[in-house]
């Protein structure tokens, strides 16, 4: 295929994932929202003002990055892995494989739509932090590369877990037993520097440790860990990923179900 169609089959894929996401927007956009509402004013407000300052800053400004860097995570994530199992569960993602669309194109197109949405929730979320607390930016780069790198690859993680899953329940099996916890244990809601010598190495083991510290350096300035040896990381688990990813959709044999 040429460039000119192979844009044209990227752009079409990615419209199909925006329009369905804006199309059912109180299922997409909203519920993030409001539990992101919901983590401020119990954690940032109520709890906040108890444990005063964290990492050399208000607490309620200190959880802030991390919830985002939390809701673009599951987001991401959550995006690709349902639109992308519904295509295999209609049997409608055999039209596309049986089609002279490039693969590259495919795995593109509805990995553009997971980072789309995730972002969208990342806008409106911060938009919503705005409301109960400051926020600036200290480094333009690591923040967007961060926010960019992080989106997909989890875009990435949930197009290789639609691929391997065989009913619906398989879908929510990485996100309740494995991102869940990761995220939570992530630094999200605490410095590494509250931790124990051994839970600090313990935590150096969760990935979602470096990109919520890459995201608050780029937010605050402040960071538990290496933020270059982050930024290298995300970019080569995103490299990774896409290569199993595109070898899992050339393959296709786990592809229909």
């Keep these: 295929?040429?460039?000119?169609?192979?844009?044209?089959?990227?752009?079409?894929?990615?419209?199909?994932?925006?329009?369905?996401?804006?199309?059912?927007?109180?299922?997409?956009?909203?519920?993030?929202?409001?539990?992101?509402?919901?983590?401020?004013?119990?954690?940032?407000?109520?709890?906040?003002?108890?444990?005063?300052?964290?990492?050399?800053?208000?607490?309620?400004?200190?959880?802030?990055?991390?919830?985002?860097?939390?809701?673009?995570?599951?987001?991401s994530y959550s995006n690709v892995v349902s639109s992308f199992f519904s295509a295999k569960f209609t049997a409608s993602i055999e039209e596309l494989l049986v089609s002279p669309v490039s693969k590259h194109s495919i795995l593109m197109g509805y990995i553009s739509g997971g980072i789309f949405r995730g972002l969208a929730i990342g806008i409106i979320v911060s938009i919503v932090a705005l409301f109960f607390t400051d926020l600036g930016i200290e480094h333009?780069?690591?923040?967007?590369?961060?926010?960019?790198?992080?989106?997909?690859?989890?875009?990435?993680?949930?197009?290789?877990?639609?691929?391997?899953?065989?009913?619906?329940?398989?879908?929510?099996?990485?996100?309740?037993?494995?991102?869940?916890?990761?995220?939570y244990?992530?630094?999200?809601?605490?410095?590494m520097e509250n931790l124990s010598p051994f839970w600090q190495n313990v935590s150096l083991l969760n990935p979602i440790v470096y990109m919520v510290n890459s995201f608050r350096y780029g937010i605050l300035g402040y960071s538990d860990v290496n933020v270059w040896y982050s930024m290298a990381a995300i970019f080569v688990f995103c490299a990774i990923f896409?290569?199993?990813?595109?070898?899992?959709?050339?393959?296709?044999?786990?592809?229909?179900?």
């Design 140 to 183: 333009l780069f690591v923040t967007i590369f961060t926010v960019l790198g992080t989106s997909i690859l989890f875009s990435l993680g949930g197009f290789i877990n639609a691929v391997f899953a065989r009913s619906f329940d398989d879908i929510s099996i990485i996100p309740s037993f494995v991102l869940t916890p990761l995220t």
């Design 242 to 257: 896409y290569t199993i990813a595109y070898r899992l959709l050339s393959n296709g044999s786990r592809v229909r179900l």
């Design 185 to 191: 244990l992530g630094g999200v809601f605490y410095s």
């Design 1 to 75: 295929m040429s460039w000119s169609k192979k844009w044209i089959s990227f752009r079409t894929i990615w419209l199909k994932e925006v329009r369905r996401i804006l199309r059912i927007w109180p299922q997409t956009l909203l519920p993030p929202v409001i539990t992101m509402s919901l983590y401020f004013v119990i954690f940032g407000k109520m709890i906040g003002s108890r444990v005063g300052e964290m990492g050399g800053v208000p607490y309620m400004q200190f959880i802030v990055p991390g919830l985002i860097m939390m809701s673009i995570i599951t987001n």
